[in-house]
């Protein structure tokens, strides 16, 4: 098969879908790699690199959208652009796409894909069992995005992580709040912790209180919600009456601590409102808040996505696409978890996807000219209301002919 390689356009957009390293066992399998020329730059990967590792270097996009088979992408092909040359409209008709995709924020994308019989897989829709974790990339990227949170923190925050005793004074550690302890969650208590800080954490999640502690943090008690998760492991939206509650325990935590790294999410909805304008109030200033959920409209009340806002003191970061942040690192563990679900998919040498397979099922969205994805296609085709049945007409009374 030929796959196709670009370098992604998305502003700020670093990573790449395929280092040079992870080519060979594709050449291995007589697949041709065709690669955009700088598709790796912003990655510090060289086109050297691919063509040494057996990879097909072309100077234009153009040209990979022409001859490949299947497209290897992080950002889901942007739809917007001069007619006929967006990403998406060079997507070539029966092909298939391995990527990001977003299809609920993208709804142009998937029309797309549909008319041009694009067989669509997204990476964030691999189904979250043991089997597929290799293929997991919301918790590759998640993973990097809590350590990179914490490092945020520390270059907005006036004071070390460390407890320190020197000669010149003593200095207390720093105490980080980290809110929703998922993949991000834990990798943000791990790496404060590294460093030396005083680290607390709250997940409604009734598993999550022994991972927390297990990384030398205190959970934050509070009454549990009594049904907070969903079959797969995730979050479920929290009621009003619990996020109220939730919100009076972090109050009571804010004036205490110097880092909060929000990472509370459930999955397809707005992030819970867990810091609101008056709760900032009670911190000290110099406080840092990094909100990882600013894109999904933020745990914190006046987190501005891709923006610092200070509000009395307190520096709000609205964290977007952090992954981008440490490309070299990113690329590597994103093209393990595409080259790992390509495997699934087309299983030695196969053509066409297997769809015995729960995993090819659950990352495919679009197929044959149509959304394949159940959850999908309830979210942007929802089904008409049923017409309201016409009252049937009252039957003609027939007039009981006259007894003579
Ligand atoms: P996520 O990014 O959707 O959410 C982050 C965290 O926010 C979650 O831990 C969630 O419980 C928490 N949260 C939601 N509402 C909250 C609230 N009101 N207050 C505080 N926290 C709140 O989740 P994620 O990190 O991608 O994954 C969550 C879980 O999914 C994992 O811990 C695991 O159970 C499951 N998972 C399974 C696999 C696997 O088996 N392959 C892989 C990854 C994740």
Do not use: W
């Amino acid at each position: 098969m030929k796959i196709g390689i670009l370098k992604e356009t998305r502003p700020g957009e670093t990573r790449v879908a395929l280092i040079p390293a992870l080519l060979p066992p594709l050449v291995r399998e007589k697949h041709d790699v065709i690669i955009e020329a700088g598709a790796g730059s912003a990655s510090g990967l060289a086109d050297e690199l691919y063509a040494k590792a057996g990879a097909r270097v072309v100077k234009t996009a153009v040209a990979v959208y022409k001859e490949a088979d299947i497209i290897f992408k992080v950002q889901p092909p942007a739809t917007t652009g001069a007619r006929g040359k967006s990403e998406a409209d060079q997507l070539r008709e029966g092909t298939t796409y391995i990527g990001y995709m977003a299809p609920l924020a993208n709804p142009d994308l998937v029309k797309v894909l549909e008319r041009k019989k694009i067989t669509g897989f997204a990476m964030e829709y691999v189904p979250r069992i043991t089997r597929a974790q290799s293929m997991d990339a919301l918790s590759s990227m998640a993973t990097i995005a809590g350590y990179k949170a914490v490092l945020l923190a520390t270059q907005h925050l006036g004071k070390m992580f460390p407890l320190l005793m020197t000669a010149a004074g003593t200095i207390p550690p720093a105490t980080v709040l980290i809110l929703g302890a998922g993949v991000a969650g834990l990798q943000a208590i791990a790496t404060a912790k590294r460093l030396g800080a005083k680290v607390e954490a709250f997940d409604p999640r009734p598993a999550v209180k022994d991972q927390v502690k297990s990384l030398g943090a205190t959970f934050v008690e509070m009454e549990m919600p009594a049904d907070a998760e969903t079959k797969g492991g995730y979050a479920k939206e929290m009621s009003a009456e619990f996020l109220r509650k939730e919100q009076e325990a972090i109050a009571a935590r804010l004036p205490k601590v110097d880092v909060v790294i929000c990472t509370a999410q459930v999955f397809g909805k707005r992030a819970p409102l867990l810091i609101t304008k008056a709760m900032l109030g009670a911190m000290r200033p110099g406080t840092v808040i990094v909100d990882l959920a600013a894109e999904q409209g933020g745990n914190c009340e006046l987190t501005r996505a891709g923006e610092t806002v200070r509000h009395q003191g307190v520096a709000i970061v609205g964290a977007v696409n952090l992954p981008a942040t440490i490309p070299s690192d990113a690329s590597l563990m994103y093209s393990k978890n595409i080259t790992n679900l390509f495997a699934t998919l087309f299983p030695k040498g196969a053509t066409t996807p297997n769809f015995e397979d729960e995993v090819t099922v659950g990352a495919c969205i679009t197929r044959d000219g149509a959304i394949a994805n159940e959850g999908v296609r309830a979210a942007l085709r929802p089904a008409k209301p049923a017409k309201t049945a016409r009252p049937a007409k009252a039957p003609k009374t027939v007039k009981a002919p006259k007894k003579k």
